[in-house]
């Protein structure tokens, strides 16, 4: 029997890459994407559905699928977390109907820890970082998730993403591929892993498909060092000193200069990769390493660096993004007008 997909969050990259992969799945007859901004234009079995979370069409379309697909959208400072959480439960409300639940989460709930083990299999508790508050809340919703499904008939599935670079993809991870170089925080040199989009797509699909109850890590089965990590992606390596990373993190942020926190160094300094052994087990067989991954994402094109609400011309760049903010993109600008304004001698 033909199955309609409801995306809830429709605008996440991760759910662009099913939609598009469903247009070949014969099983497959409708796919819902709901949002409260339409996305760019997919194929013939997408319909996108209008609807902001608590209205009525919202809970309509959820309430028509029989596979639920939920993309939470926590980006740091960009939207209320509070928000995301509201979405999550609203959409186990509403998904009365369906006989699957699948939840994209991301591997950054294990939290970036100094002890952390080596690759991270799922057994481990999320322990988010305090600072770090996209972390908190894909934790929170997990939860709910994994709760709610409880006892309900239906299969519940929740894939914890790698770290994804891609810098389509808007992660705080893909702005730190828009640099010139890979910062880091002197004294850290954490092994590094990369998940090529093309492999999540294919953990998504293997989801909806059902019989993946409980929680996987989605990830390759390899990482490296981050001086392999930067000659993979073509880049210089930067290193600064640990006071000065997470000062110049917190100041700009506080000017509005950048949405990033100064928790996001946390995983630029400690171990976060993960075990996909279980995923793996169970099917999904990525296409990309993490050398393969990290020279991807770096060729993606890029009309510059993202400097809060601007983009930065290469070219007027003098160092990279601490980060993934462009910290010491922006420290540079600064210091190379303060430098025009300045008398000659």
């Known amino acids: 029997m033909a199955r309609t997909v409801a ?33 760019p234009l997919l194929g013939p079995k997408f319909e996108f559905v209008r609807a902001a979370p608590g209205t009525e069409r919202f809970a309509d379309a959820i309430a028509e699928a029989d596979t639920v ?23 186990l409300r509403a998904a009365t109907g369906a006989s699957t639940l699948v939840l994209w989460s991301s591997g950054v709930v294990y939290g970036a820890h100094p002890h952390n083990p080596v690759p991270i299999q799922e057994s481990q508790p999320p322990r988010p970082n305090d600072d770090f508050a996209p972390a908190g809340v894909l934790a929170d919703i997990e939860r709910a998730v994994l709760d709610g499904g409880q006892d309900s008939g239906r299969t519940v599935t929740v894939l914890r993403a790698g770290a994804v670079w891609a810098p389509s993809w808007g992660t705080f991870l893909g702005r730190a591929m828009q640099a010139p170089a890979l910062v880091g925080v002197r004294g850290y040199d954490p092994p590094l892993q990369a998940l090529d989009p093309e492999d999540a797509t294919d953990a998504l699909v293997l989801a909806i498909g059902g019989g993946l109850p409980g929680t996987y890590n989605v990830a390759p089965a390899d990482w490296v060092p981050v001086r392999d990590a930067a000659r993979s992606a073509g880049r210089r390596r930067l290193q600064l000193p640990e006071p000065l990373a997470f000062t110049t993190a917190e100041r700009l942020r506080r000017l509005g200069i950048s949405p990033a926190t100064p928790g996001e160094l946390h995983y630029h300094m400690h171990p976060w990769v993960l075990d996909s052994s279980r995923l793996r087990a169970a099917g999904w067989a990525p296409r990309s390493g993490t050398a393969e991954a990290f020279a991807a994402a770096a060729r993606m094109p890029s009309g510059g660096v993202a400097v809060g609400g601007v983009r930065v011309r290469r070219s007027d760049i003098y160092k990279g993004a601490a980060a993934g903010v462009a910290m010491i993109a922006t420290l540079a600008l600064v210091r190379r007008q303060a430098r025009r304004g300045s008398p000659r001698s």
Do not use: K, Y
């Open 7 to 39: 995306l809830v969050g429709a605008l996440h990259p991760a759910a662009r890459g099913l939609a598009l992969r469903l247009e070949d799945d014969p099983s497959v007859e409708r796919v819902l994407g709901i949002s409260a901004q339409e996305p």
């Open 69 to 91: 697909v939920l993309f939470p959208q926590v980006e740091e400072g960009e939207r209320d977390p509070s928000l995301a959480r509201e979405v999550a439960e609203l959409t």
